[in-house]
């Protein structure tokens, strides 16, 4: 089976499981008489996944505070693209054919090649940057590389004068995403390639699955092996995350302002997602 490539598309979206189904990804928190607004994300999308449903718009509508991930206009910034490309590419002279087997360095060339994708330019970056470029790539070719629910609502907070909060710091994410893969550069690459074929179904799928609510299936889809089979990538990804943003969320309950925390859908669910941790902490938690 193939295995690890399901980290790409599940990391792009940022899907995970939660064993319910129901009317969509947003959730209302209360507590003492105050509330947040928690919305599961996409980070890509095509045209026709707008309108986004329903619930978004109420928790858009309630809040005057949006909360993200990191500040997404920090990342269009020389700083952080120069950040990014020394984490994620080779400094020293290597390319990802001096860390790449042979075979997969040719099977990944002739992909590049049937594809159109300049080898030149490419060669520096590591495979878990190599990885996500191909697959952003494929997803802008077919037409499904979109702007996001967080982008979107990035855009529209700005027109409506609402205030902004994050979670990250943009270093902290380019730590996250230089470690994906790591220690399975070969299997990454190549799982990559083998399934890109497939790519439009699966993404198609988890789409389905995070607006309609369906955890179960979106479980199946985009986070079982993951979980099963690299559990310390999405440890790293997933639950390190999550605590350490719990102590942000739960200090919003402190102030009289209604905050929408927007972040991917994966860190909302599961058994140790943050909806779950809120629950346990005796906040009432009402899925929309």
Do not use: C
């Not at 040719?106 to 030149?120: A, F, Q, S």
């Not at 037409?143 to 996001?148: A, C, R, V």
């Not at 439009?200 to 479980?219: E, H, N």
């Not at 999405?234 to 995350?241: A, E, V």
């Amino acid at each position: 089976m193939n295995k690890l490539w399901k980290i790409i598309p599940a990391f792009i979206l940022l899907t995970f499981s939660y064993n319910s189904l129901a009317d969509s990804p947003v959730w209302k928190v209360t507590k003492a008489g105050k509330t947040v607004y928690l919305g599961g994300t996409v980070h890509v999308l095509s045209q026709s996944d707008y309108p986004l449903p329903k619930a978004f718009e109420t928790a858009y509508a309630e809040a005057s505070i949006l909360v993200f991930e990191m500040d997404m206009s920090e990342s269009q910034t020389l700083q952080f693209q120069q950040a990014m490309m020394k984490e994620l590419t080779y400094q020293d002279g290597r390319t990802y054919a001096d860390e790449l087997k042979p075979e997969t360095v040719t099977k990944l060339h002739k992909y590049m090649t049937d594809r159109g994708v300049p080898i030149e330019g490419m060669n520096v970056f590591k495979p878990a940057m190599l990885s996500m470029a191909l697959t952003m790539l494929e997803l802008q070719r077919l037409g499904l590389g979109g702007t996001g629910v967080d982008a979107f609502y990035a855009d529209r907070g700005l027109n409506d004068s609402k205030t902004f909060k994050y979670l990250e710091k943009a270093e902290e994410q380019i730590a996250y995403l230089a470690n994906m893969g790591k220690g399975h550069e070969d299997e990454l690459i190549n799982y990559t390639l083998n399934d890109m074929d497939k790519l439009p179904q699966v993404m198609q799928q988890m789409k389905d699955a995070w607006r309609a609510g369906d955890g179960a299936k979106l479980y199946e889809v985009g986070g079982k092996e993951w979980q099963e089979e690299f559990p310390q990538s999405y440890d790293q990804l997933i639950n390190i995350r999550n605590n350490n943003w719990m102590p942000h969320i739960e200090h919003y309950f402190t102030d009289d302002e209604i905050e929408f925390v927007l972040v991917g859908a994966m860190h909302l669910i599961g058994k140790d997602g943050v909806i779950k941790q809120l629950a346990a902490k005796g906040y009432q938690v009402t899925q929309l």
